[in-house]
């Protein structure tokens, strides 16, 4: 592998991943993945919704198979 273009280098994925996993509520962060255009739609769209709804997205189902007792 090669990198080939790197158009947003203040926007590594470790930054994104410390942002979604590590510091999940900070909004001025989550503000900013979601307006990053090069950005998969998916992990946009992750960062707007919890923006929006102030809680972490449900991960039960997709890690372990099922959703979390209560949902």
């Known amino acids: 592998m090669a990198l080939v273009e790197r158009s947003t280098p203040e926007w590594s994925i470790a930054r994104i991943g410390r942002i ?3 510091d999940p509520f900070n ?4 503000a900013g ?3 990053l255009d090069r950005l998969a ?3 946009r ?3 707007a919704r919890r923006l929006q709804s102030g809680r972490i997205e449900d991960w039960a ?3 372990e ?4 007792a209560g949902d």
């Open 41 to 43: 739609s998916s992990w």
């Open 33 to 35: 993945i979601a307006a």
């Open 45 to 47: 769209d992750y960062a």
């Open 65 to 68: 198979g099922h959703e979390a």
């Open 20 to 22: 979604f996993y590590i």
């Open 27 to 30: 909004r001025d962060e989550l």
């Open 61 to 63: 189902k997709r890690l």
